[in-house]
């Protein structure tokens, strides 16, 4: 018996109401019979459909939230991570149940009571606007994307889905474990023989006499990038998860090769950490090829590429920027979007600011996130200072770089060397790309901390106030710094760009042109420009005098990355990206690996 059936029964006779008079109760019966037509006129109640392609994956295993959440993937790739009731109430939607059939359904699911009224709120306030559930007249709900940190931007997909299934059913044997135990093992080897056997001094030699060479390193270099996108893609393939498409993009400021790798997010932490690594796996393979070629042709130039391996598998485990290493911390913290914690754990740290976010980790997790917000902090304070610093010299050096090239372009189409002309051409067109990408990532870092900042001030006038005044300054330092006052100047050939030149511009902030200071201008010989004939005396190869006496900074800060730089998901399960978001945030970033 329900509660308000044993309350009426309970009820003592004398309360009872007296009969109705006949015209009353006429009266009453017609309003009960207009209900009765009324309500069934009335058209029934759409049942929630879920939104074309999406699909429920589940629990994200071995996570490092208190609560395990769950993901989905919509049809446009983005992944999104929901509670477990919003998750249960998800899987029941299929257009044919109404909410009391899916109330009744997650309820024996849930443990809990779940009234058709609570699942019309989660439909409506959640999952309608997390792009899962169609709208209420059936229609797609448009889908917005989601635009994390530092992600990879301009993506192109090269190599469909299909022919990535195709490329990895070549490289699966890879990954079988004594094929792997045989890799490390020969790399050892291979290490041995050449960092203390035959040394890096021959194949360096043989470099700088014949610098076309250059062009054959920078070639396999892209090789290289390009199979370490492969080992991401057969990795995910070989722990069950489907890898998607490979492209290209800019990351940061430079070009960059990229695999969607987000189904890995439905493999456990083995599984997720196989993905994360097959990249830079598979670079040690490429590496025993090299030796292999070396020890058939004797061709010194080939092992400078062990060094440029070396290097880039290092540069992948750094976990600051959305490389390897930053996945494999994701993924052994079991922490999705890492770079989505900044926020809740910076707030978290003031007292009595607690952010629920931050408390949603397991506590030896939130103790590793916070370690890592506070390491992360000063490397981008770093990172985007060094980019507002040197702009004026990029954009400079962009712009001498390219007149050299029309030139030497328009005098090759003149002699009939179209070949070289169109050599020529394609430089031009990616000299664009480091401004390209300085701005973009300036502008949209700058997005994401105006955003946050006006936010966190929306309630309270004095931090208003605040943010007002620190973002004006912003700007006006900016100004200081970019406003033409003799630093528009390229970068000299015999600059370096070291890191301790980097911090230095930093002291020369007073003077409006940290980047090239007017002590280090003349050093350089006035910087000239090659295009308009100034450095025709000057050796562009020729190193410039060291700094001696104070305030100079050591050359620019900037210099060209090498293509076989960082790896959205990227390794991991990610644009990796590519990592779930929360319910109350329409969208997450979608995994892939970045290679730069």
């Known amino acids: ?70 993901i989905a993937r919509r049809a446009d790739g983005q992944t999104i991570q929901m509670p477990r009731l919003l998750y249960l109430v998800a899987e029941e939607v299929d257009g044919d149940r109404d909410n009391a059939a899916i109330a009744e359904r997650v309820t024996e699911k849930f443990g809990r009571r779940v009234s058709p009224d609570n699942v019309q709120v989660l439909v409506e306030e959640k999952l309608r606007p997390l792009g899962v559930v169609t709208q209420a007249d059936g229609s797609s709900p448009e889908l917005e994307k989601s635009d994390p940190m530092l992600a990879l931007k301009f993506r192109a997909a090269l190599v469909s889905e299909g022919a990535t299934k195709a490329v990895t059913s070549i490289f699966y044997p890879f990954f079988f474990p004594p094929v792997i135990l045989a890799a490390l093992g020969g790399l050892v080897a291979v290490d041995v023989w050449f960092f203390f056997l035959h040394g890096v001094g021959r194949p360096m030699r043989e470099l700088v006499y014949n610098p076309v060479l250059l062009l054959m390193v920078l070639g396999l270099v ?21 890898p998607g498409v490979m492209g290209a993009g800019i990351y940061i400021v430079w070009p960059a090769f990229y695999t969607d790798v987000t189904d890995a997010y439905r493999l456990n932490r083995k599984g997720r950490l196989r993905v994360d690594l097959g990249g830079v796996y598979f670079n040690v ?23 440029v391996q070396h290097m880039q598998i290092f540069q992948q485990f750094l976990p600051f920027l ?127 901390m105006l955003t946050g900042a006006w936010s966190w001030s929306e309630d309270s006038p004095l931090r208003r106030a605040l943010v007002t005044v620190v973002s004006a300054g912003l700007v006006g330092l900016m100004a200081f710094i970019w406003w033409p006052n003799g630093d528009y100047r390229p970068i000299q050939a015999g600059e370096k760009g070291t890191l301790r030149g980097a911090l230095d511009q930093f002291d020369e902030l007073p003077s409006g042109r940290p980047g ?51 790896t959205e998901t990227a390794t991991g399960p990610t644009e990796t990206a590519t990592a779930p978001t929360e319910t109350t945030s329409p969208t997450t970033e979608t995994p892939t690996t970045t290679t730069p």
Do not use: C
Request: net charge negative; glycine share 10%.
């Open 222 to 242: 892209v090789i290289a990038t390009a199979l370490h996108e492969i080992g991401h893609a057969t990795a995910a393939r070989y722990g069950g998860a489907k």
């Open 1 to 70: 018996m329900r509660e308000g059936e044993a309350k009426r029964a309970a009820a003592p006779e004398a309360d009872a109401p007296e009969p109705m008079r006949p015209e009353k109760a006429e009266a009453a019966e017609a309003a009960a019979e207009a209900r009765i037509e009324s309500e069934a006129n009335a058209p029934a109640a759409v049942a929630p459909q879920l939104a074309s392609g999406i699909e429920l994956i589940g629990e994200y295993q071995e996570s490092g939230f208190k609560e395990p959440p769950y």
């Open 516 to 566: 090239l200071t007017t002590y280090r201008e003349d050093q350089l010989g006035g910087a000239p420009f090659y295009s308009k004939g100034d450095a025709s005396d000057v050796d562009p190869l020729k190193e410039p005098p060291p700094a001696s006496g104070g305030g100079a900074p050591d050359p620019t800060g900037t210099e060209p990355t090498e293509t076989g730089g960082p």
């Open 322 to 448: 959305r490389l390897d290493g930053y996945y494999i911390l994701s993924d052994l913290t079991g922490v999705p979007d890492m770079f989505a914690r900044l926020k809740p754990t910076l707030r978290s740290m003031i007292p009595g600011q607690e952010d629920e976010r931050a408390g949603e980790l397991k506590p030896w997790v939130r103790v590793v996130v916070t370690a890592w917000v506070v390491a992360l902090i000063p490397i981008l304070l770093f990172i985007f200072g060094a980019m507002i610093f040197n702009a004026p010299r990029v954009l400079a050096t962009a712009w001498d770089s390219f007149f050299v090239h029309f030139d030497k372009a328009s005098a090759a189409f003149g002699n009939g060397k179209a070949l070289s002309g169109l050599a020529g051409s394609v430089q031009m067109a990616t000299l664009a790309l480091p401004a390209v990408g300085m701005t973009v990532t300036l502008g949209r870092g700058g997005k994401h």
């Open 285 to 307: 393979l490429f590496v025993l090829l090299i030796a292999g070629a070396y020890f058939f042709t004797g061709f010194e130039p080939l092992l400078i590429l062990i060094i």
